[in-house]
């Protein structure tokens, strides 16, 4: 027997109904398994890294009253273009020497003549 378009529909939408349901019953199950260990083991959400950093010692640069910037805050900072093509491409001299840089001095020109003045 041939099945058609509208058959098959049907039957995705049913089985993606029947997954959602399996999934809110196996994540229930594993909601009830984490509570029962944290009541057995006595668990706060600090000692699951969901609350704030219990306060210790300070240590390093902060104790010593320097500012520290933290590596996650410094990642996805924006820095100045050193290097521009006349599409409008930029590349900051950091990391990898982006495609549109290669092909260019592949081909003959200078870093000198990209250098944004």
């Known amino acids: 027997m041939t099945r058609t ?17 399996l999934r809110k019953q196996e994540v229930s199950g594993v909601i009830e398994r984490i509570r029962e260990a944290i009541d057995f083991y006595g ?15 300070k240590r390093g640069a902060a104790a010593a009253g320097r500012r520290v910037v933290r590596r996650a805050a ?17 590349w900051a001299g950091r990391g990898k020497r982006p495609v549109w840089l290669r092909e260019a001095l592949a081909a003959g020109r200078t870093l000198e003549e990209f250098a944004v003045k």
């Open 5 to 21: 378009y509208t058959q098959v529909m049907k039957q995705i939408d049913h089985l993606k109904a029947e997954a959602e349901r």
């Open 43 to 57: 668990l706060t959400a600090a000692d699951l890294g969901l609350g704030r950093a219990r306060p210790g010692p």
């Open 74 to 90: 410094r990642k996805g900072s924006k820095v100045a273009a050193k290097f521009r093509d006349a599409d409008g491409n930029t």
